[in-house]
């Protein structure tokens, strides 16, 4: 990973079906159940260690799973039900007063598109859909929902290399 671009970084962005989870939903009665890996929450702990801000980005909503991991996890940002990602991520980098660049995301599907091509860093897990793979910067070598996250993170702090 070019040591330039994860130098600039202060935001990590997380889609959430399909990267955070391997993109099943179980429809259990009136729920609706997702299973998150707990590797990539010890990521999150990482990432905030190494100074960068978390937060997930997901077009569905009312998810009561999605909310007590978020919260378990202390993301920074919890973007869900947005229809439109796009302007979602344009109000997180106004309201935090990031640059694009220096925010990385990572989606597996076409509606992370736009968000992708706009991100300082983006990737996609190893079994994102074909087009988001041509498109990104990285495609990492886990598929979603099986420590994608976190082999992202361990990137980024391998190439931010010690904290001095
Ligand atoms: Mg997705």
């Known amino acids: 990973m070019l040591s330039s671009v994860v130098l600039r970084l202060r935001f990590l962005l997380f889609d959430v079906d399909g990267v955070l989870t391997d993109g099943r939903l179980f429809y259990l009665g009136d729920e609706v159940a997702v299973a998150f890996d ?15 801000g978390v937060g997930l980005l997901s077009s569905r909503k009312d998810s009561p799973a999605v909310a007590r991991r978020a919260a378990e996890l202390g993301f920074d940002e919890v973007l869900v039900g947005c229809r ?26 076409l509606v992370d598109l736009p968000v992708l091509r706009r991100a300082g860093l983006s990737a ?3 079994d994102a859909a074909p087009e988001v793979r041509r498109s990104v910067d ?25 904290v001095s």
């Open 38 to 52: 707990v590797r990539d929450g010890v990521a999150v702990g990482r990432a905030r260690d190494a100074g960068l």
């Open 84 to 109: 439109d990602k796009a302007a979602a991520f344009a109000d997180l980098l106004a309201r935090r007063g990031l640059e694009a660049s220096e925010v990385a995301y990572v989606g597996d599907d």
């Open 124 to 126: 996609a897990p190893a």
């Open 138 to 162: 990285l495609v990492l070598d886990a598929p979603g929902g099986r420590g994608a996250a976190r082999e992202l993170v361990d990137r980024i702090v391998q190439a931010l290399g010690p």
